[in-house]
């Protein structure tokens, strides 16, 4: 069977993964249901269920219905010379989905539309099988990299590196020219800093249709020409996170840039490859030498702290998908670390890849454990400001407007309202998220609980399928200045070069 046609990088992933399994048969003596690979194998039988049992629209959004077809893709479309072959001894199930796929009478993608219909998520992951979107046959190969590092050989994933106790201390950024600020005594020179976020953004380059460029190009150029004195990548280099992909994917696109400071963190796609990507390659790169090698960090800018957490090292979740600062409270090393930075009384702004806030059955819900460990961090409170990526948009939460049924949000460590935002919209395709909007007649009205989601449409002049469905990638610009903090939310599109502000804090 050849119904996918891999190019010629995306055949070299797949030669790299039988590589790995075929040495896994010398690392790893244990049974299936000794290494857990039974588990995992039944996991995605779980995943499936959303398809056969037809809920996967009725119910409410859940990451595990990412997976719906995997086990279908794994066995129909990806040449068993390839990748299943080294997988099928090691107990892969079959496939309950039967598809009416046929070879060359529609596109793939035409064919797999007729069947799901137009499905945009609640968080606007796409289910499409064309490049990055849901159904991407080469979200398997994330699949099989993640088993590998996970139940045969854990051994393998790079060792957590912690900060050396000599620089525990922030990193201060040096004081500029004065600047007028009625809050300060005469005198004083606070530090300012224009700070770039950018979340999920390793697509790399990539052919997106009749577009001219794809949306990591459009990204980090809008971002290179507003001037940064920093730049912080949320995590997220796909598929895997393999030294190949950061090389590629991430420095490739950062190393002919003139964009200040740079920083990138840990993520689940990382994790895939063990880690060691993000380690050997990136983290071992000048480019990121301000981070000593590290995946938390910290920055003293004026009057605030930023602090930057690794959330998916020791996340225990199904493909690390929820998010966690450790395993166990009291040897973890990033929980004293913001325990301690909150004891300073400055303001904190932090950085996570993973979201405190997700979506399901349209209501808006906490992600936990994640956001319980943040908060015991900073014994009961909340940091001034959150930033996370992971789910594939650009939100800004209304704090005045959400609400819990088992959670009241606390003031941050300074007594003020904290504040929420997702920024994981870098370069990933996705659509208009139907849980992010009430619709009544016809017209989209955005819920009360957000003061702005990413959904000005792509209106590509040729659009594919997906692209029909797709809405405008984009970032944030942080400006600090003292004590006083400015947000900007950016869109990028082909049709203008300029990045266009579509949401401010001031």
């Not at 049992?53 to 066995?75: Q, R």
């Not at 904290?418 to 017209?443: D, T």
Request: hydrophobic content about 30%; some cysteine.
């Amino acid at each position: 069977m050849n119904i996918f046609n891999f190019s010629k990088d995306e055949h070299q992933k797949l030669v790299n993964i039988n590589a790995l399994y075929n040495s896994s048969k010398k690392i790893s003596t244990l049974s299936a249901s000794e290494n857990g690979l039974n588990e995992f194998w039944s996991y995605l039988q779980k995943c499936e269920s959303y398809f056969t049992n037809k809920t996967f629209k009725t119910n409410g959004y859940d990451h595990d219905m990412e997976n719906m077809l995997s086990l279908y893709i794994l066995n129909k479309l990806v040449d068993e010379g390839y990748l299943t072959s080294i997988i099928r001894d090691l107990g892969l199930p079959k496939s309950d989905i039967n598809f009416p796929l046929k070879e060359g009478e529609a596109s793939l993608e035409s064919q797999i539309y007729s069947i799901l219909g137009n499905f945009v998520a609640e968080d606007g992951t796409l289910y499409f099988i064309s490049k990055y979107c849901q159904l991407d046959p080469l979200w398997t190969a994330v699949l099989v990299w993640y088993a590998y590092y996970k139940h045969l050989d854990p051994k393998g994933v790079h060792s957590f590196v912690e900060i050396p106790k000599s620089t525990k201390e922030p990193t201060k950024e040096p004081t500029k020219e004065p600047t007028k600020n009625p809050t300060k005594k005469p005198g004083t020179k606070p530090a300012k800093a224009k700070i770039a976020i950018l979340g999920d953004w390793g697509t790399g380059q990539w052919k997106d249709g009749e577009l001219t460029n794809a949306p990591a190009e459009l990204v980090i150029n809008g971002i290179e020409s507003l001037k940064p004195d920093y730049v912080v990548h949320l995590g997220d280099v796909y598929y895997a996170g393999t030294s190949n992909e950061e090389r590629k994917k991430l420095i490739g696109l950062l190393k002919d840039k003139s964009l200040g400071k740079l920083y990138t963190m840990n993520s689940n796609h990382e994790m895939y490859d063990g880690a060691n990507g993000l380690y050997k390659e990136s983290l071992s790169n000048p480019l990121f030498k301000e981070q000593i090698g590290c995946t938390y960090f910290s920055i003293d800018i004026g009057d605030w702290i930023l602090v930057g957490l690794d959330s998916a090292y020791f996340d225990e979740s199904a493909l690390y998908m929820r998010g966690s600062l450790y395993k166990d409270i009291n040897k973890s090393p990033q929980h004293k670390f913001l325990n301690d930075l909150s004891k300073k009384g400055k303001p904190l702004l932090l950085m996570t890849h993973h979201n405190g806030i997700g979506v399901k059955d349209h209501k808006l819900t906490i992600n936990k454990p994640l956001w319980t460990q943040v908060a015991s961090a900073l014994d009961g409170k909340m940091p001034d400001l959150w930033y996370w990526g992971h789910v594939h948009n650009g939100i800004v939460y209304n704090t005045e407007k959400l609400s819990f049924p088992d959670t009241i949000i606390p003031k941050s460590t300074t007594g003020q309202t904290p504040q929420f935002r997702c920024c994981g919209h870098a370069s990933m395709p996705f659509g208009n998220g139907s849980g992010f909007y009430i619709e009544q007649n016809g017209v989209k009205t955005m819920r009360d609980e957000l003061n702005y989601y990413a959904h000005t449409p792509l209106n590509a002049s040729k659009p594919t399928l997906s692209q029909e469905e797709r809405v405008l990638n984009g970032f944030a610009i942080i400006e600090i200045n003292g004590s006083e903090i400015k947000e900007t939310f950016y869109e990028v599109s082909n049709e203008n070069s300029i990045p266009n502000p579509v949401w401010s804090s001031k």
